[in-house]
């Protein structure tokens, strides 16, 4: 399974982008789908996920603020409005297959105060 993000850049504390995730390959294997960041010298950590199914999980710093959303099989979206500095990130799309985890490459999130 491949997968490429799309969507990150720089925006203004307060404003929105939407990030995007396409699935290539074995994707009828593919369970969740979602999103982690991390910043330089901590964790990666889960911002988003979702089922085939459509029930979601979400960070509680951005619970409220973040949306995600699945509209085929293989594509995932990540809505991101209210934006913080705190946000800023590089954005992984991941997905769960065969019961392996893959990763996209990251996507940058700059939030400017």
């Known amino acids: 399974v491949q997968l490429q993000a799309s969507g990150g850049g720089l925006v203004q504390t307060g404003g929105s982008l939407r990030l995007s995730c396409a699935a290539s390959?074995?994707?009828?294997?593919?369970?969740?789908m979602g999103w982690y960041r991390q910043v330089p010298g901590k964790q990666r950590e889960l911002v988003a996920r979702i089922t085939p199914g459509g029930n979601t999980n979400y960070a509680d710093s951005v619970k409220g603020r973040f949306t995600i959303s699945r509209d085929s099989a293989n594509t995932v979206h990540l809505q991101m409005n209210s934006l913080k500095p705190e946000d800023t990130a590089v954005y992984y799309c991941?997905?769960?297959?065969?019961?392996?985890?893959?990763w996209g490459k990251g996507t940058l999130v700059t939030v400017s105060s």
């Open positions: 991941y997905c769960n297959a065969y019961g392996m985890d893959y």
């Open positions: 390959g074995s994707i009828f294997s593919i369970n969740v």
